[in-house]
Structure formats: C-alpha cells, structure tokens
C-alpha cells in the first residue's frame, strides 16, 4: 500500500535537520533493517478510513489544521476514503471538508476531458495525537466507524505515574 521508498525525500529531511542529523540516521540503521523497513506497510485502509503516517502525497507530508483547504481536498481524494488519519504532526485535530460541488478536469494535448464528479459526503482529515511529542503528555484520538463519532483524548504522565510508578 504506502511505503518507505527510499531517500525520494531526502531533500526535506535535510533542510529539517541538516546534513548531520541526516547522515547520522543513516548510519544508526542497519542496511538489513531499511530493507525490512522498506517491506512493511505505513498505511491501513479498512472499510472508509484510512489511517497513514503522512498523507497520501509522501511520509513527511504534514498536515495540520493550517494546511489550505484545498490541500486537503486533495489529500481525501487520493485517499479514496471519508477519513483520512494522520499523525505526521503530532496533533489532535478534525478538519470537516463538505463538498457542495466538487468537479475535475483534465486537459491533454488532445484537449479536454470529460469532467469527474465526485461525491457530496463530508470527509474528515483527522490528525491522531502524539506519545511523547511533548515531555509527560498522551493526546490521541478515538473513532468509532460505526456512528463516525470522534473524540480526543490527553492523558498527563510522568516518572512516578502509570506505568512508571514503582511498587513499596
């Protein structure tokens, strides 16, 4: 489904983190696992969700509730799904995109296309949460499919809390 291809985005990693932070991801890694790495798949379409790291345009693609609307437009529509999860960003979110009237058009050197209609249901692009992001706190998301009921949660933690916490 979606995958690890390669350095394809390498560029972006280098101007996030520099060529050193770069090179030593690179050489922390085995060349066994970024094999097996580039196997497993980083997305998981079930029934009308899809659940991916980035988006539907690349793994480093981060989406937030800043990114223009139609971005998103564009994201749900490759994603072929009424909600798309990311978790790119590390934040909680939903961002509703209702069509009233959404049409493409192609045109080739042989001219126009015909139109493409797509669907009037309204497609959420939900940002899932983070573990760790931020020092002692859990977001993340709960969906139920069945109803499409959505809800966030936090949970605060810390060394002495939770799983933490030593017994006396």
């Given amino acids: 489904m979606y995958g690890v291809s390669g350095l ?6 280098m ?5 050193d932070g770069v090179k030593a991801l690179w050489e922390s890694v085995s060349r066994e696992s970024v094999r ?7 997305g998981f379409h079930e029934l009308d969700c899809l659940l991916i790291h980035g988006s ?9 509730p800043d990114t223009p609307a139609i971005e998103l437009c564009d994201r749900l529509i490759r994603a072929d799904a009424n909600y ?5 960003s590390g934040l909680t979110f939903e961002c ?6 959404l049409r493409s058009t192609v045109t080739t050197l042989d001219g126009v296309q015909a139109p493409q209609e797509y669907g009037k249901t309204p497609c959420q692009v939900i940002g899932v949460g983070s573990v760790g ?7 993340y998301a ?3 499919p069945g109803n499409g009921q959505l809800s966030f949660r936090t949970v605060n933690y810390g060394k002495a809390k939770g799983f933490g916490a030593t017994k006396r």
């Fill in 133 to 139: 992001r931020i020092p002692g706190k859990s977001t």
């Fill in 84 to 88: 798309l999860f990311c978790g790119r």
């Fill in 142 to 144: 709960l969906f139920s």
């Fill in 56 to 64: 539907t345009v690349s793994y480093a693609d981060e989406l937030t």
């Fill in 96 to 101: 509703s995109v209702t069509p009233v009237e």
């Fill in 8 to 13: 394809q985005d390498a560029p972006e990693l």
């Fill in 15 to 19: 101007e996030k983190f520099g060529g």
């Fill in 36 to 42: 097996w790495l580039r196997s497993q798949h980083f």
